[in-house]
T-cell receptor, first 110, second 115 residues
Framework: QKEVEQDPGPLSVPEGAIVSLNCTYSNSAFQYFMWYRQYSRKGPELLMYTYSSGNKEDGRFTAQVDKSSKYISLFIRDSQPSDSATYLCAMNTNAGKSTFGDGTTLTVKP | EPEVTQTPSHQVTQMGQEVILRCVPISNHLYFYWYRQILGQKVEFLVSFYNNEISEKSEIFDDQFSVERPDGSNFTLKIRSTKLEDSAMYFC?????????????FGQGTRLTVV
């Protein structure tokens, strides 16, 4: 079993749609949860990170963590064509290294 | 805005040759990382580095790999004898704090092609 499983894509939505991206994990030692956005042939760009269970909002983005279910989500409201990218979930133990999901490629169509 | 810079952006090398990938982390950051991403696959942790020594390394980071911070600003990844399967994007990242390793900033990557 992979430590981090990410919902496979690709995902294609119309502009303005709400997007839900999801990951599950098996390692209870994970304490920090992150979402990165990666454009083609570029480095991952940190979007959001959370520590505790619950929701964290930043503009159109909401990160949700449910530690009891070992499940994290990223919601994008009012999606824009510029949101088209690959989204990576990643998780850390205290050790600092990040374990990434496989990524979900999102296309937002105008 | 401060950023992590990597050079070169693309390196082509022959199998068996040594390559050195270079990174300049953000200046006040203390923790440094190398990750790789084989085309179409996930980003994989290679090594973390703090206080001039390796903090943690993955099983990928075998004796062919080494890291160094030669001059207080650069952070390098050396692959001694490259193999075809080393072809990948290599990302350097840095963060100020390890326990908040969440806030790691990634460079744009070096695409290594081994022929």
């Amino acid at each position: 079993q992979k430590e981090v499983e990410q919902d496979p894509g690709p995902l294609s939505v119309p502009e303005g749609a709400i997007v839900s991206l999801n990951c599950t994990y098996s390692n209870s030692a994970f304490q920090y949860f992150m979402w990165y956005r990666q454009y083609s042939r570029k480095g991952p760009e940190l979007l959001m990170y959370t520590y505790s269970s619950g929701n964290k909002e930043d503009g159109r983005f909401t990160a949700q963590v449910d530690k009891s279910s070992k499940y994290i989500s990223l919601f994008i409201r009012d999606s824009q064509p510029s949101d088209s990218a690959t989204y990576l979930c990643a998780m850390n133990t205290n050790a600092g290294k990040s374990t990434f999901g496989d990524g979900t490629t999102l296309t937002v169509k105008p | 805005e401060p950023e992590v810079t990597q050079t070169p952006s693309h390196q082509v090398t022959q199998m068996g040759q040594e390559v050195i990938l270079r990174c300049v982390p953000i200046s006040n950051h203390l923790y440094f990382y190398w990750y790789r991403q084989i085309l179409g696959q996930k980003v994989e942790f290679l090594v973390s580095f703090y206080n001039n020594e390796i903090s943690e390394k993955s099983e990928i980071f075998d004796d062919q790999f080494s890291v160094e911070r030669p001059d207080g600003s650069n952070f390098t990844l050396k692959i001694r004898s490259t193999k075809l399967e080393d072809s990948a994007m290599y990302f350097c990242a840095s963060s100020y704090d390890k326990t908040l390793g969440t806030e790691a900033f990634f460079g744009q990557g070096t695409r290594l092609t081994v022929v």
